[in-house]
């Protein structure tokens, strides 16, 4: 018996049930019609949004990322949209502490604020180094991160500076080249763990 015939079977009972409902309701025939066209219309539209409920849920997904900025998971890519400002921002975990981040390619060092290094915990060095910054040099604190965590892409013990003077924080090239690829594509940026 291959796997059709249960199938079939199936869908038989069922007609035969509606069939018997219908006629044991004593309905004119036009009337009988008019309803079984319906529970067929009704049974067809579950039909399609159980069928389609994975493109449904990218379609809320992709919505919602218009309306609130918010990242859009595909499979295992994260799709970031373009904020109002042109760039591109991402909301993260520093050791399960949430933060904004500036996602920036020419920053060579993932870099947070004091205040995100002392709500996370983080033991940030005494020593401070001079940066090159698109603002200027800076004096920062080298510091490790237990865990960075975007999304469901997760980094651990990463290293990243301290900056004293500048409360964003930027996502840099340490975190971005630990990815297995990351992307530009249209509005949105896609992030690959």
Do not use: C
Request: net charge negative; aromatic share 8%; proline share 3%.
């Amino acid at each position: 018996m291959d796997d059709t015939a249960p199938n079939a079977l199936y869908l038989a009972l069922l007609l035969v049930l509606v069939g018997s409902s219908l006629i044991g309701m004593r309905l004119p025939l036009a009337r009988a019609l008019k309803m079984a066209l319906a529970w067929v219309a009704i049974f067809g539209v579950v039909f399609i949004l159980f069928a389609f409920r994975d493109d449904f849920s990218a379609l809320g997904q992709r919505l919602r990322a218009e309306a609130t900025g918010a990242p859009i998971e595909q499979g295992e890519e994260l799709r970031v949209p373009i904020a109002s400002d042109g760039h591109f921002w991402v909301e993260a975990a520093v050791n399960d502490h949430k933060a904004s981040f500036l996602v920036d390619s020419g920053a060579s060092t993932t870099t947070i604020s004091r205040a995100t290094a002392e709500d996370a915990g983080v033991e940030v060095s005494s020593v401070q180094r001079q940066v090159n910054t698109a603002n200027g040099v800076v004096r920062m604190n080298r510091a490790r991160v237990e865990r960075l965590r975007i999304g469901g892409i997760e980094r651990a013990d990463l290293g990243v500076f301290v900056n004293n003077s500048d409360d964003t924080n930027v996502l840099g090239m340490n975190f971005l080249s630990s990815l297995s690829g990351w992307r530009v594509e249209g509005n949105y940026l896609v992030l690959r763990p």
